[in-house]
T-cell receptor, first 115, second 118 residues
């Protein structure tokens, strides 16, 4: 597609439920990033994929968060046993080339609300 | 530790005024990259500029200009003759290269909300 696509755009879930957030990167982009943005804050890094593998997952807050990118394109961010503190906008970005230093293009995000 | 500080939380100007958004960063790396992103109300982050630590030349792109000064660890952003369409939240970000797992991830400041009134 023309840009990074994230689905759903909005997700409301109950505390304790499992959710999956999807990211379709720009075609041909090898690097993919997940960020989380809380209200009034800058985005916070979660995980970075280079191809199919997680090159850096140091930003995942705990073991309830997991992300996959099995074929090197689409990625899914999975959150188990959701908590109210997980409420945020989850942003995905992709970039062309290795190392992640090139320009990253962001999607419009998925707004997750845990009630 | 890496850190990006945007001390101005909100700025309000009248159209055609010039405005400067401040960014101060901290890093122990000698090789790093600095970015500015714009986040309009739609929520999508829009890339504006990337600058590496070895290039201190100022840059101008239309009404936008950037002033990078390593001596003060600052990377300030100026909009000349602001327009209503410039209203957005602007983020400064830092990326360290070649430092283990942190390569490629961006450390963002908290952003500056710019309101340009007609």
């Amino acid at each position: 597609g023309a840009g990074v696509s994230q689905t759903p755009s909005n997700k409301v879930t109950e505390k304790g439920k499992y959710v999956e957030l999807r990211c379709d990167p720009i075609s041909g982009h090898t690097a993919l990033y997940w960020y989380r943005q809380s209200l009034g804050q800058g985005p916070e890094f979660l995980i970075y994929f280079q191809g199919t593998g997680a090159a850096d997952d140091s930003g995942l807050p705990n073991d309830r968060f997991f992300a996959v990118r099995p074929e090197g394109s689409v990625s899914t961010l999975k959150i188990q046993r959701t908590e109210r503190g997980d409420s945020a906008v989850y942003l995905c970005a992709s970039s062309f080339g290795t190392g992640g230093i090139t320009e990253a293009f962001f999607g419009q995000g998925t707004r997750l609300t845990v009630v | 530790a890496q850190k990006v500080t945007q001390a101005q939380t909100e700025i309000s100007v009248v159209e055609k005024e010039d405005v400067t958004l401040d960014c101060v960063y901290e890093t122990r790396d000698t090789t790093y990259y600095l970015f500015w992103y714009k986040q309009p109300p739609s929520g999508e982050l829009v890339f504006l500029i990337r600058r590496n630590s070895f290039d201190e030349q100022n840059e101008i792109s239309g009404r936008y200009s950037w002033n990078f000064q390593k001596s003060t660890s600052s990377f300030n952003f100026t909009i000349t003759a602001s327009q209503v369409v410039d209203s957005a939240v602007y983020f400064c970000a830092l990326s360290e290269a070649g430092y283990g797992g942190s390569q490629g991830n961006l450390i963002f400041g908290k952003g500056t909300k710019l309101s340009v009134k007609p």
